[in-house]
C-alpha cells in the first residue's frame, strides 16, 4: 500500500478549529487573443522581440518572460499567490514570450511567437464568478435537464460547442442539482429552484426511461441525436429513446446525495413526493437484489456491488461500498419516512458488520483511487446530516478521517465542507480551501497544460494509478489541467488539447454548500 503524505506546508495555519471565512473580491484572469497587427494591440508591442528581464505593471507585481511561458511575481502577495506561471493556450498563443507591456490595471499585454494575449485580472466575487459558471451551463451544458458535456468541433472555439453524452450523466447532474438546491437554499431566487427542479426531474426520469423501475440508466440521448460510439444502450419500446446501462455505482451514489438534499431543501411536495417514490424503488430494487444493481439482462452491473459476497471477492471495495450502501438506507428511511429501511439499515451496519467493514480503509485499500474519494464523501455528507446514534457517529467520524488523511493535502472545498460537516470541530485548512475556489480558472477548456519542466516542483516516488507522473507539490487550479473532484490533483500535466469544456459543477457545489452551512461569509 502506498503511504500517504501529508505536506506540512498545507497544513499551515491548520492548528486552530476553522473560523468561517469572510470572501472578498479577488482577481480572476481573464485572457483574450489578437494578431499582432491588431489596431488594439499596443504598439510598443510591435517592436522588435527582446525578452526583457522583467516588466513592473501597475499594481507592483513583475512579469517576466521565457521560451516557456510567463511568470508572474508579487512580493506583497500571501505565499500561495506570490508566484504564478501561464503558459498554454489558457494563456499564451504558444509559450515562446517575446515582449510583455503593461497595461493601465495590473494585467498585461503579451507578444509570442504567433500572436499577442491581453491577460486582465479582473476582481470579482465569487457570486459574480458563479454567475459565470451558471451562464456557461444554459449555453453549453444543459442536456434535457442533465448536466452534459461540451465538446467543441474547433479546438477552443466555444461557438462550435456541441452536446454529447457522458457515462456519468446521473453524477455530474446530481452534482449540479445540489448545488442549486443550496443556492435556492441561500438566495430563494426563482432561477435557483428552477434550475433545481429542472436537474431533479431529469435524475427522476433517467430512473422512468429504463422501463425497470428502480434501475436509473446512466445517460440517455433522443432518436436523431448523433450516436454514440461505445457503451450498452438500449432503445426504448417507441425507439425514441436510447439509454445507457451497466449502471455505475456512481450514479447510486450521486442521485442519493441530490435526492435527499432536494427533498430537505426545496418547497414543492409533489416533487418530494415523486423523490421519495423513486427512492423507494431504488432501494428495494437493491436490496432484493441482494444488494446489487441488476441491469435488464438480470445480472449485476459492473460497479453496482454492495453484497458479502463480493466484498468476499473483491475486499478492495468493501470499505467504500459498505459506506454507500449505509448511506442508501439511511437516505431512504429519512426521505421516506419507511422504518423498514431503518430496520435494514441496522442489520447492514450490525449483522452484516458493515459498520466494522467502513473502518478498514487502510486494511484493503491497494491504491490510491481520486475517484473512490468523491464516492466516499458524498455518503459521508448524507450520514452525517441523518445519523442520530453516537455510536455509528464515532463510527463515522473515524472512517471519515481514514480518508481525510490523503485529502487534506488537497484543499478541495467541497471534501473540506463536507468534512466539518461530520468534524466541526476540526483543525482544517479552511482558507486553504477557499484559496482553491478563488483560484479556479475561469476558462474551463480543457487546454493542454504542461508544468512538470518547472523547478520547485516535488515528485512523488510512484506513478499515480494511471501510470503518469505525480507531485507531491499542489499546484493552484488554475496552473493544473482543468479538473473534477474525482480526478487526482497532483497529476500536473494533462489537457485534451482545447476540444471540450467542463461544466462548471465541481466549482458551483462547493460554493453553494460553503454559503449554506456558513463556512463562507459574504459573496
Given amino acids: 500500500m502506498r503511504a500517504v503524505v501529508v505536506c506540512a506546508a498545507v497544513l499551515a495555519g491548520a492548528a486552530l478549529a476553522a473560523q468561517p471565512v469572510r470572501l472578498a473580491p479577488y482577481p480572476q484572469k481573464v485572457r483574450t487573443f489578437y494578431q499582432a497587427g491588431d489596431p488594439a494591440v499596443p504598439a510598443a508591442l510591435r517592436e522588435a522581440a527582446d525578452r526583457p528581464p522583467g516588466v513592473r505593471a501597475a499594481d507592483g507585481a513583475v512579469w517576466s518572460g521565457s521560451p516557456r511561458g510567463l511568470t508572474r511575481v508579487d512580493e506583497k502577495a500571501p505565499p500561495r499567490d506570490r508566484l504564478q506561471y501561464f503558459a498554454g493556450k489558457r494563456y499564451l498563443p504558444d509559450d515562446d514570450v517575446q515582449r510583455i507591456v503593461a497595461d493601465a ?17 479582473r476582481p470579482m466575487t465569487l457570486l459574480q464568478k458563479a454567475e459565470v459558471m451558471e451562464q456557461n451551463v444554459r449555453l453549453r451544458h444543459d442536456r434535457y435537464g442533465m448536466l452534459g458535456d461540451s465538446l467543441l468541433e474547433v479546438p477552443g472555439d466555444l461557438s462550435t460547442s456541441r452536446h454529447v453524452d457522458n457515462d456519468n450523466n446521473g453524477l455530474w447532474t446530481s452534482i449540479y442539482a445540489a448545488a442549486e438546491c443550496f443556492r435556492y437554499a441561500v438566495t430563494s431566487s426563482p432561477d435557483s429552484l428552477a434550475n433545481a427542479r ?10 422512468e426511461v429504463t422501463g425497470r423501475r428502480g434501475f436509473p440508466a446512466r445517460s440517455y440521448i433522443r432518436k436523431g441525436d448523433r ?3 461505445s457503451g450498452e444502450w438500449h432503445w426504448t419500446a417507441d425507439g425514441q429513446i436510447y439509454w445507457k446501462g451497466d449502471t455505475s455505482s456512481d450514479e447510486i451514489v450521486g442521485h442519493m446525495f441530490a435526492f435527499g438534499i432536494a427533498y430537505d431543501l426545496l418547497p414543492d411536495a409533489d416533487l418530494k413526493t415523486r423523490i421519495a417514490a423513486t427512492t423507494r424503488r431504488i432501494m428495494d430494487h437493491i436490496v432484493s437484489s441482494g444488494y446489487h444493481l441488476v441491469d435488464v439482462d438480470g445480472q449485476p452491473t459492473t460497479w453496482g456491488k454492495w453484497s458479502p459476497k463480493y466484498f468476499a471477492e473483491d475486499p478492495e471495495d468493501s470499505a467504500l461500498n459498505a459506506l454507500e450502501l449505509l448511506s442508501f438506507l439511511k437516505t431512504a428511511a429519512h426521505i421516506t419516512g419507511d422504518g423498514r429501511y431503518e430496520t435494514e439499515y441496522r442489520k447492514v451496519a450490525h449483522d452484516l458488520g458493515y459498520a466494522t467493514l467502513i473502518l478498514r480503509l487502510h486494511d484493503v485499500r491497494v491504491e490510491m483511487n481520486y475517484s473512490d474519494e468523491e464516492l466516499a464523501m458524498l455518503p459521508f455528507y448524507a450520514v452525517f446530516r441523518y445519523e442520530r446514534d453516537p455510536a455509528m457517529l464515532a463510527a463515522y467520524r473515524r472512517a471519515l478521517d481514514d480518508w ?4 487534506q493535502r488537497e484543499l478541495s472545498p467541497l471534501w473540506t465542507f463536507i468534512y466539518l460537516t461530520g468534524r466541526p470541530d476540526a483543525a482544517v485548512d479552511l482558507p486553504g480551501a477557499v484559496w482553491t475556489l478563488y483560484r479556479m480558472p475561469l476558462d474551463l477548456i480543457d487546454w493542454d497544460v504542461r508544468n512538470s519542466h518547472r523547478t520547485g516542483i516535488e515528485w512523488a516516488t510512484d506513478a499515480d494509478r494511471h501510470g503518469r507522473r505525480e507531485a507531491r507539490t499542489l499546484l493552484p487550479p488554475d496552473e493544473r489541467p482543468v479538473m473534477r473532484w474525482n480526478a487526482n490533483p497532483f497529476v500536473v500535466d494533462g489537457g485534451r488539447g482545447g476540444r471540450s469544456e467542463s461544466d462548471g459543477g465541481a466549482f458551483l457545489l462547493p460554493y453553494w454548500m460553503g454559503r449554506h452551512h456558513k463556512f463562507l461569509i459574504g459573496e
Fill in 105 to 121: 490595471t495590473g494585467g498585461v499585454w503579451v507578444r509570442t511567437r504567433t500572436g499577442v494575449s491581453h491577460i486582465e485580472l
Fill in 227 to 229: 450516436m454514440p460510439a
Fill in 404 to 407: 481525510w488523511q490523503n485529502m
Fill in 198 to 207: 429542472k436537474a431533479v426531474e431529469a435524475l427522476l426520469f433517467l430512473e
